[in-house]
């Protein structure tokens, strides 16, 4: 960084301090993670300079022979990995990606069924607070028993017959299961609905085989952020079939290609120019998920959470469907130690742990001050850490939230903290971080 430190020291500064904090501190919120070298220097590369809008081949500017290459390359990659026909790789980020796909097969008032925010769903999933809640006709399904996170395939093939939606979503953003992709299929096919799959958080996984990939059990079209535990620079990305999968019960728009549809909803429907080097760091963390070694990270991401969650529990921590199936975890922090989320989430501040307040299904309280914390494995597996530490840090963040005004309880943390940051360095050495 010497040109930006001695350009805009104050810049610079900020930058350095933030390496600083991600360094120090056990980094435990389950959509973020570390990305290579590699991956950030193609992110600040100059591809940042170029206008590419329209796809390989297409482009509304000249000079576009490279940014072809590297979006040609991204797009190859991506399918080779998620076993798809199309995948279109400029959405900006997970919003945009999931709007995209709504605005390319629906009009406004349509119905869609999503899962509901409080029981893992995502804000674009049909959140009244966000702009696609209210654009679009969401009916929300839940978890039921929630004890056991398990989705009541029943209700949803009744609600899905009476209310006729044009898209049956799945996904979540703090879920901390697997799903029977089946179950959704079978309710879409029988209203003919498409069938969409947000798997933001655990696209990585996917990518790696060490969770279900939507694509298998005959799903349309699945949307991955890139940058959780995929590993890559924040951006989107929409993945389909070539055709919808039961074209005569389909809607009318989308009896011809799905890709086409996605594409031109992206651009120039929803966005404008994409961004090439964020693309060109795509291509480069789909390189390296490739990798036998990218696939052992997402195995020992599962390891971890497993290990993490078992620690936990056997510390008193009441979590959200009693355990965990993917990277992730949401403990109930007003069960477990009867304080709210908020404070969970500062005590943990206080001694270099962060993690983020969550909501539990149907919370009582509101998001600012909701009932949990979530938490998960991906950013401190691809620094090495183990299920032994694991189970150092279970223990750490029970003792913290069990014992709030211990000032000695903060300072072992503390320490423990520190003892395992430098066990495990990041960006230091010759690894691939
Ligand atoms: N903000 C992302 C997450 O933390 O899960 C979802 O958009």
Known sequence: MTHLSQYDPEIAG????ELNRQRDGLEMIPSENFVSRAVLEALGSVMTNKYSEGFPGKRY???????DVVENLTIERAKTIFRCDHANVQPLSGSPMNQAVYLAFMKPGDTIMGMDLSHGGHLTHGSPVSHMGKLFNFIRYKTHPEEKGRIDFDELMRVAKETKPKIILCGY???PRDYDYTDFKKVADEVGAITMADVAHIGGLIAANVMRNPFDYGFDIVTTTTHKTLRGPRGGMILSRGVVSNPLKAPENTRENIPTILDRSVFPGLQGGPHM???AATAVCLKEAATPEFHAYAKQVLVNAKSLATALMADGAKLVTDGTDNH???????KSWRIPGNEAEKLLDQVGITT???LIPDDPNPPFKPS?????TPALTTRGFTEDDMKIIGRTIAEVLKNPQSDDAKSRARTTVRDLTQKHPLYSGLSVL
Request: net charge neutral; proline share 0%; with cysteine.
């Open 14 to 17: 900020a930058i350095e301090n």
């Open 61 to 67: 500017y000249g000079g576009n022979q490279f940014t």
């Open 173 to 175: 953003t703090s879920y």
């Open 277 to 279: 080097n964020q693309i």
């Open 328 to 334: 992730m975890m949401v403990i109930d922090c007003v």
């Open 356 to 358: 983020n307040k969550s």
């Open 372 to 376: 949990g914390i979530r938490l998960g």
